[in-house]
C-alpha cells in the first residue's frame, strides 16, 4: 500500500520531461526563449485542463477495475494508458483529418508540423460529429448507472429513485437519448443535422456493442473460471470509455494552440494523473470509503454529455466544463464525509 503521494510518482516524472520537451519543442519552432516559455507554459495549462476534465473519468475507471481481475487491471494500467496518451491524444487527431481531409497518415502529420491552423481548421470542422458521438456515448454510461434495478444507494434520492423505478422499462435509457439527439439535430441547420445524428446513432451503436461483446467476453471467463470476472470485455468498455472522456479535452485543446505535438505532451501529461487517481481509488478503495463520491462521477458524466451537445449549437469554455464536474464531485465527496460522521455518531 503506498502513500497517496507514491500513487503520483511516475506523473511527477512524466510532467517535468513533458514540459521540458515542451521548453524545446517551443525553441525549435519559435527560436527564442519567450517562444519556448510561451510552449512551456501552454502545454502545463493543457496538463491542467486534461487533469480538472478527468476527476470523473479516474472515479468511473475504478468504479469498474475494482471488479476486474488483477491481471485486467494491471494491463489497463499499463496497456491502457499507452492506448490513452498514444492511441487519444496523437493518433486520434490525426484519424479525424485523414477521414475529414481524404489524405494519407503521413500526410496528416506534415499538414500538423508545416500547417497547424488548417490541421486546427480540419479538426474544428468535426467537432459536430464528435460532440454528438462523445454526448450518446457518455449519456448512455451516465443512465446505465442510474436506471439500474440493483442500485441500492441513493445520494439525490429524489431524482434517483425515480430513475431506479423507470429502469424497469425497457429501452427507455436508449429512447431518452435518441430523443435528445433528435430535439439537437432539430437545431441545427438542415445540411448539420444528418451528420449530428448519423454520429449520435454511432455513438449509441458503440455503447451498445461495447457492452454486449463485454458480456459474451465476461460469460465465457466465468464459465473458464468461477473467479473470473471483467476480463477483455471490460477492459474494452473502459477503453471506450476513456475515449469519450477525452473527445472534450482534445477539441478545446486546439483553442490554445495549434500545434498537434505540445497538444500531445500537454494532454499526455493530464492521461497520467488521471491513471495514479485511477490507482489510487482502486488500491485505497476509496470508493467504498466514501459512499456518494461514485454518484459525483456519474452525475458530472452526465453534465458533461449534455455540454458536449449543447456544444453543437452554443460554444462552452473547457474551463467551466471542468468546474462543474469537479463540483459535483467536491459536493458528493462532502456528502459522504457528512455521512460517515452521522454514521459514526450512532
Known amino acids: ?61 475504478a468504479n469498474k477495475l475494482k471488479d476486474m481481475t488483477p491481471v485486467w487491471q494491471r494491463r489497463f494500467l499499463t496497456w491502457g494508458i499507452l492506448i490513452a496518451v498514444f492511441g487519444m491524444r496523437i493518433v486520434f487527431p490525426l484519424a479525424v483529418v485523414v477521414i475529414a481531409a481524404h489524405i494519407g497518415p503521413i500526410e496528416a502529420v506534415l499538414l500538423a508540423a508545416r500547417e497547424p491552423q488548417e490541421y486546427a481548421r480540419i479538426i474544428g470542422e468535426a467537432h459536430l460529429s464528435i460532440s454528438a458521438f462523445g454526448g450518446t456515448f457518455l449519456m448512455m454510461v451516465a443512465l446505465n448507472y442510474f436506471m439500474d434495478q440493483e442500485k441500492d444507494v441513493d445520494w439525490l434520492r429524489i ?3 425515480r430513475l431506479r423505478d423507470w429502469a424497469s422499462v425497457k429501452g427507455l435509457e436508449v429512447a431518452l437519448v435518441l430523443g435528445i439527439a433528435v430535439v439537437f439535430a432539430a437545431l441545427l441547420p ?11 446513432v454511432c455513438g449509441l451503436l458503440t455503447f451498445l456493442a461495447v457492452e454486449l461483446i463485454g458480456h459474451i467476453l465476461d460469460a465465457q471467463e466465468k464459465a473458464a473460471s468461477a473467479a473470473a470476472q471483467g476480463g477483455l470485455g471490460a477492459f474494452l468498455y473502459l477503453e471506450v470509455l476513456d475515449a469519450s472522456f477525452s473527445f472534450d479535452g482534445v477539441i478545446g485543446a486546439f483553442a490554445l494552440t495549434q500545434n498537434l505535438f505540445l497538444i500531445a505532451i500537454g494532454l499526455g501529461i493530464g492521461a497520467m494523473y488521471v491513471r495514479s487517481m485511477t490507482l489510487m481509488l482502486v488500491e485505497r478503495k476509496t470508493l467504498a470509503q466514501f459512499r456518494y463520491l461514485e454518484h459525483g462521477a456519474f452525475y458530472s458524466v452526465l453534465v458533461l454529455s449534455i455540454i458536449m451537445f449543447v456544444q453543437s449549437v452554443a460554444h462552452i469554455p473547457e474551463v467551466i466544463t471542468g468546474l462543474i464536474g469537479a463540483c459535483l464531485i467536491g459536493v458528493s465527496l462532502v456528502a459522504s464525509i457528512r455521512y460517515e460522521r452521522h454514521a459514526e455518531g450512532h
Open 1 to 61: 500500500m503506498s502513500t497517496a503521494l507514491g500513487y503520483f510518482k511516475w506523473s511527477f516524472i512524466v510532467t517535468a520531461l513533458g514540459l521540458v520537451l515542451a521548453g524545446w519543442l517551443g525553441w525549435q519552432t519559435v527560436g527564442t526563449v519567450g517562444g519556448a516559455s510561451s510552449f512551456l507554459l501552454i502545454g502545463f495549462v493543457l496538463a491542467v485542463l486534461e487533469i480538472s476534465l478527468s476527476f470523473d473519468n479516474a472515479i468511473v475507471n
Open 159 to 161: 431524482v434517483e429513485s
Open 190 to 200: 438542415d445540411h448539420e443535422s444528418a451528420s449530428f445524428l448519423f454520429a449520435s
